[in-house]
């Protein structure tokens, strides 16, 4: 951020009165602009004892694998908006829908929240941000070529509760330690 | 938003190639400056049959009853932010905390992730954004003179909750109908 988005003059990166953290602040009108982190909002798509993937057309990580998800938009609710996203990605209907995870990615400023829901009458096609899309049972899901750790944490949590026959909404913190490794903390 | 915060130029606002929604896109450098929801993150601070409120020192709602909450920061989780909150508001520190509830606010671009957690040693003072802090017994709540209808839901949630000695963990949408009237959607 050079510029201040309400008035056009210059910002600098300075601690306000009675703040405690850096903020771009306006040096002629003194707007404060505050950047926050942003939600990601995606689904489980159920069918049977399928779920449904689809395969990355845009970067980063064109080409693997993953579930539909995205930036939540201003007036949406985060439930809508994981629905919304599976449209868009997927042409898929989610019904029935459940709060299954939410993940904050401090390192990215992003927070995830994750519902599963049943993919309705199992019709899916691929959107513009798919190349394809694909209903997988466990044995098929390609957790080499997923897209994102958080996406393979969620779809681990999934199948254990899966197993147990025992949903819970799961909470927690993907951390990255260092280039190649990532941990993940459960609360 | 009037300028681009990258180059300073002017930014119109039109639905980018690709995209389905308005957006503001730099008239120059053609950067699209994107909108999206705020995660406010706070909790609910125990301390034996007793909770913790705090009397705002700040507006909007200047001195209504509230629970320790606020912007969810860049580089922190919603938990540990919840957490922060609780002491840059009430100097509580707070242990053990769980997940209970995640509402979205659609009408004022929000998400409230609200947590449940041991008031250490039941120790609070009032921080900066707060008149007073109490701990209040369910029947020592003041629900006519709470912040906001998001704050009222939770509370409600949770001495439900508490009654039936179960605590899940709830979601849902808080929705303004009119000016009057709001209504709270479970899913």
């Known amino acids: 951020m050079n510029f201040c988005s309400s008035c056009g003059s210059k910002v600098t990166l300075l601690i306000p009165a009675g703040d405690n953290r850096h903020r771009f602040v306006c040096d ?19 069918w049977g004892d399928k779920i449904l993937l689809c395969k ?3 970067e980063p990580k064109y080409g693997s694998w993953t579930l539909p998800a995205g930036f939540m938009e201003n007036g949406e609710s985060s439930m809508l908006g994981a629905a919304r996203e599976a449209m868009e990605e997927a042409n898929a209907e989610l019904r029935d829908m459940k709060l299954f995870s ?33 209903l997988v049972a466990e044995n098929e899901v390609p957790w080499d070529d997923l897209s994102f750790p ?25 951390i990255r330690l260092d280039q190649k490794t990532i941990h993940v903390e459960h609360y």
Chains 1, 2 share one sequence.
């Open 56 to 58: 990355r057309a845009i």
């Open 150 to 174: 958080v996406i393979i944490e969620t779809l681990k949590l999934y199948y254990e509760d899966r197993k147990s026959g025992n949903y819970s909404t799961h909470y927690g913190e993907i």
């Open 102 to 134: 939410v993940f904050s990615i401090p390192h990215i400023n992003q927070v995830y929240t994750m519902y599963r829901g049943v993919l309705h009458k199992g019709m899916a096609s691929p959107g513009d941000e798919s190349l394809e899309v694909r």
């Open 28 to 46: 002629e009108c003194g707007i404060i602009h505050y950047q926050n982190p942003n939600v990601v909002t995606g689904c489980i798509p159920e």
